[in-house]
C-alpha cells in the first residue's frame, strides 16, 4: 500500500509520527513517498505563529525543509527518507539543531546541498508539496499529513511514544480504516492518556 507522508522536519511530533511509520513498514507492505510541509507556510499572516511566537526564529526554522525539498528534487525519494532519518536524530533526538549539513554525510547524500538552507531557492517546492498536503485535509491542521491511496487523506496521527512491532501495524491498521471514511472527522483524547501497546 502507498502512502504519501507530509512533514515539516522541525516538528518533534512529526519525528514521533514518522518513526511509528518506519516501524509499522516493517510489519506491513508500505512504500512511503516522503513529502514536505511547512509550519511556516501554514502560519503566514497569522498575528502570532505558534510555532515561533517571540518571532525569534524566522528563516532559521525554514532551513531544514528548504534542505529536504532539495534532497528530494535531486536524489529521489528514498533519499529524503533517509535524510529525515538523520536529520531527526541529529534534530530530535541529540538536540543538535546544527546538524542540518551533517545529517545529509549520515545520510550518505552531497554536503553541498546545506548551501540552499538560508536562500530562497527552494521556496517555491516546498510551498507546492505543503499545498497538496493541505488541499487532502484543510488548512486548520499542522503537520503530519497522512495520505493513503485510493483510500483518503488525515492529519496525524499525532503519537508519543511510537508504537513498536505489532502495535505499530495495529495502529497502521486503524489509520487506514478511519482514512477510508469519508466522514471521519476527528479522533482525540488529552496527552498523556493510558499506554494501550
Known amino acids: 500500500m502507498n502512502v504519501d507522508f507530509w512533514f515539516d522536519p522541525v516538528c518533534p511530533y512529526t519525528w514521533i509520527t514518522s518513526r511509528w511509520l518506519r516501524e509499522a513498514q516493517r510489519v ?3 512504500d512511503v513517498r516522503w513529502r514536505v510541509m ?3 507556510v501554514l502560519n503566514e499572516g497569522l498575528a502570532v505563529d505558534p510555532e515561533d511566537p517571540d518571532g525569534l526564529y524566522g528563516e532559521y526554522m525554514k ?9 528530494r528534487e535531486r536524489h529521489g525519494n528514498e533519499a529524503l527518507g533517509r535524510y529525515l532519518d538523520a536529520l531527526g536524530e541529529r534534530l530530535h533526538e541529540r538536540q543538535d539543531w546544527s546538524g542540518v549539513a551533517a545529517a545529509l554525510t ?3 547524500l552531497p554536503a553541498d546541498l546545506a548551501s540552499v538552507a538560508m536562500t530562497t531557492e527552494y521556496d ?3 510551498r507546492a508539496s505543503h499545498e497538496a498536503g ?10 503530519p499529513v497522512l495520505s493513503v491511496d485510493g483510500v483518503g487523506a488525515l492529519f496525524g496521527p499525532v503519537v508519543s511514544p511510537a508504537p513498536k512491532g505489532e502495535a505499530a501495524g495495529r495502529l497502521w491498521d486503524g ?3 478511519m482514512a477510508g471514511v469519508e466522514s471521519f472527522h476527528e479522533f482525540r483524547r488529552a496527552y498523556g492518556g493510558p499506554d494501550f501497546s
Open 28 to 30: 506491513r507492505d508500505i
Open 38 to 40: 511547512s509550519l511556516a
Open 63 to 71: 532551513a531544514p525543509g528548504r534542505v529536504c525539498a532539495a534532497v
Open 106 to 108: 549520515d545520510a550518505g
Open 124 to 126: 517555491a517546492a516546498v
Open 134 to 143: 493541505i488541499a487532502l485535509v484543510g488548512d486548520d491542521v499542522g503537520t
Open 175 to 177: 489509520v487506514v480504516l
